[in-house]
Nanobody, 123 residues
Framework: QVQLVESGGGLVQAGTSLRVSCAAS????????MGWFRQAPGKEREFVAF????????YYTMSVKGRFTISRDNAKNMVYLQMSSLKPEDTAVYYC????????????????WGQGTQVTVSS
């Protein structure tokens, strides 16, 4: 069983940066791939970024490529999403998820989820 807790969300202006974090506990964190997803009001949850167990492989959805960076620190049981050049359309609740999976955008493939952290980008 893995517990995930996101933090670091907030209200920021367009064009600025923000880092959201996800703290894991209760399981062998380094054996899990991690994903970041987001859900805006009235929309389905969408894939944002993926990182494999070692941190050596990452994938991003096209709309954030070049602006967002996913990383992990297995010694600290942490995964991060550094977001820069934020846009109002990035406004959403951001969730981290853990799964023993290869790269997938499918949220149902992930076993564990955090409660989410709100990111609001004002124009």
């Amino acid at each position: 069983q893995v517990q995930l807790v996101e933090s670091g969300g907030g209200l920021v202006q367009a064009g600025t940066s923000l880092r959201v974090s996800c703290a894991a506990s209760g399981g062998a964190f380094s054996t899990y791939a991690m994903g970041w997803f987001r859900q805006a009001p009235g929309k389905e949850r969408e894939f944002v970024a993926f990182i494999n167990w070692s941190g050596g492989t990452t994938y991003y959805t096209m709309s954030v490529k070049g602006r967002f960076t996913i990383s992990r620190d297995n010694a600290k049981n942490m995964v991060y999403l550094q977001m820069s050049s934020l846009k109002p359309e990035d406004t959403a609740v951001y969730y981290c998820a853990a799964g023993r999976v290869g790269f997938t955008r499918n949220p149902t493939a992930y076993d564990y989820w955090g409660q989410g952290t709100q990111v609001t980008v004002s124009s």
